[in-house]
């Protein structure tokens, strides 16, 4: 399980909004203190201001909200629990981060691949991974078709979006209720629970992973130091969210080196 770091800078950055309140001392001191959990309150204050922006698609805050419960209430449907892993082969756009969310909600570990890896630097990364779901971007089908044969152990695979006819995720969950999640339906995930894997190669081929928990992650996006450079463009974005000012997509945020 990877850990969040102590936080050794003691900063903080106050840029909530005020009817969020201040970022709290300890992480770990308040249970719900992972974004999953912030999502649907950011909706409630501001559902129709845009959260999520790039060239192609936008989200408002009551829309990111919508798919992350419905993005979550899938994974339950299908059997998936705490704990598990998923694999993200998509490339840098809103619905990826409504995914993460919703994945993230109901506990599974997230890994975002690197949408430009191919064939054995694929196949590396996602034996690190170790996912039990892998969703794929219509247009990276041959990304998959190239891996495919070279899969050690059974994985469940979706397509997200356009281009796909068949085995589609967001069409499987566009009937499931947007209501946002209850702890009777899902505990957790705890701030230190991992929340996220950005999953890419270095010059030889070799998976480089980069992982934070749900702690850290809002550490970061509070303000504390320590930041590694794979993480800034997705800290950058969820300080965005947590302000209540759209955060603009279209960076390379899963490609740890």
């Known amino acids: 399980m990877l850990h969040s770091a102590p936080d050794r800078t003691g900063r903080r950055n106050i840029g909530l909004e005020s009817r969020l309140g201040p970022a709290p001392a300890r992480f770990d001191a308040r249970p719900h203190s992972t974004l999953t959990h912030l999502v649907a309150e950011l909706a409630a204050i501001n559902p129709d201001a845009t959260a999520l922006a790039s060239r192609d698609e936008s989200l408002s805050f009551l829309e990111l909200a919508a798919r992350q419960a419905r993005y979550g209430r899938w994974a339950l449907g299908e059997g998936f629990a705490a704990g598990d892993g998923a694999a993200l082969l998509m490339h840098d756009r809103p619905d990826r981060y409504a995914l993460w969310l919703g994945l993230a909600r109901v506990g599974m570990r997230v890994a975002l691949l690197d949408p430009a890896l191919r064939g054995a630097r694929l196949a590396r990364c996602l034996t690190v991974a170790e996912p039990k779901l892998l969703v794929v971007d219509p247009v990276l089908a041959d990304a998959l078709g190239e891996v495919h044969a070279q899969m050690s152990t059974p ?21 499931l209720s947007d209501a946002p999640l209850g702890d009777a339906e899902v505990t957790g995930p705890m701030p230190d629970d991992p929340a996220l894997l950005l999953l890419g190669t270095d010059g030889t081929g070799r998976p480089v992973r980069v992982g934070a928990s749900h702690g850290r992650l809002m550490s970061w996006m509070h303000g504390a130091g320590g930041c590694p450079p794979a993480f800034r463009d997705l800290v950058a974005t969820g300080a965005s969210l947590l302000r209540g000012t759209p955060a603009r997509i279209g960076g390379g945020l899963s490609a740890p080196c």
């Open 155 to 175: 994985i469940a695979v979706r397509w997200q979006g356009p281009g796909a006819d068949f085995a589609r995720l967001d069409r499987e969950a566009a009937d």
